[in-house]
């Protein structure tokens, strides 16, 4: 009866370790490779973290997104549990979705950056808030268009 117990505990176990490793991350693409890091996604819309495992700190997250005027929102939550991501830029206080009203106002200039690359991308700077590790996915609306960076942040 132990030895059955044993067994199954450890065949739940071996199950849930293999659904975690399930997640199915965006592609890195380095497009932009002398002005930032790799970017996860695909156009129009990609963000850069440093990749690194998880902290309780806030992650410093560019969002690079193709140039347009519409209005940006951004939300993510975890594909793995309940977990939802704050997100905030500046000194703004954490939210579930981050809202740029006119993106190309508000973009940043990368260090390096030549007036090609800025008449064809935004650079938005945010801070990302995960509660827990896991999979998570970002949905990222600009316009009438949704795009989807899923990423997975390590233990």
Same mark, same amino acid.
């Given at each position: ?76 939550? +975890? ?65 009438? +268009? ?10």
């Amino acid at each position: 009866m132990i030895i059955m117990w044993l067994l199954l505990s450890t065949r739940v176990a071996w199950m849930q370790t293999e659904h975690q490793m399930s997640c199915n991350e965006s592609p890195k693409h380095n497009l932009l490779s002398t002005i930032v890091g790799p970017m996860m996604g695909n156009t129009p819309a990609w963000m850069v973290d440093d990749g690194s495992g998880w902290s309780r700190g806030p992650f410093k997250t560019l969002w690079v997104l193709v140039r347009n005027s519409y209005q940006v929102r951004i939300s993510g939550h +975890q594909l793995d549990g309940q977990g939802i991501a704050m997100l905030s830029r500046g000194d703004g206080s954490p939210t579930d979705m981050l809202i740029v009203t006119d993106p190309t106002k508000e973009s940043v200039t990368p260090g390096g950056a030549s007036r090609d690359i800025m008449d064809a991308y935004v650079f938005l700077p945010s801070q990302v808030r995960y509660p827990n590790p896991g999979c998570w996915e970002f949905t990222i609306r600009t316009g009438e +268009q949704v795009s989807h960076v899923v990423r997975l942040l390590k233990p």
